[in-house]
């Protein structure tokens, strides 16, 4: 049984950091992405890491400021955000795709239950 089990959200003010945790089980996929959905906004792809952890992809709005990484040992996916922002504010959900190439954003297809993440300004 496939499960990804997100920690780390929280509330902090601009500029903070945080560093949101997936936790995997099940199988080992061929990437892992996190993506977020602010109120009233359609869900949006936040990064991508390979299954292997040597490649990444993030979104334009978070390049420099958010890493995604993935240890294999621990079976877990993070994403350190810095310099957080108000318009970060979202509820945040880790996910998993068979698929190894990170140019598909569209092709995850297991999902956690989302973190909520709130940054005051």
């Known amino acids: 049984q496939v499960q990804l089990v997100e920690s780390g959200g929280g509330l902090v003010q601009a500029g903070d950091s945080l560093r949101l945790s997936c936790a995997t089980s099940?199988?080992?996929?061929?990437?892992y992405g996190w993506f977020r959905q602010a109120p009233g906004k359609e869900r949006e792809f936040v990064a991508a890491?390979?299954?292997?952890?040597?490649?990444?992809s993030y979104a334009d709005s978070v390049k420099g400021r958010f890493t995604i990484s993935r240890d294999n040992a621990k079976n877990t996916v993070y994403l350190q955000m810095n310099s957080l922002k108000p318009e970060d504010t979202a509820v945040y959900y880790c996910?998993?795709?068979?698929?190894?190439?990170?140019?598909?954003?569209?092709?995850?297809?297991?999902w956690g239950q989302g973190t909520q993440v709130t940054v005051s300004s």
């Open positions: 996910s998993a795709s068979p698929i190894r190439s990170l140019g598909s954003r569209s092709d995850y297809n297991y």
């Open positions: 099940g199988r080992t996929f061929g990437k």
């Open positions: 890491v390979s299954g292997s952890g040597g490649s990444t």
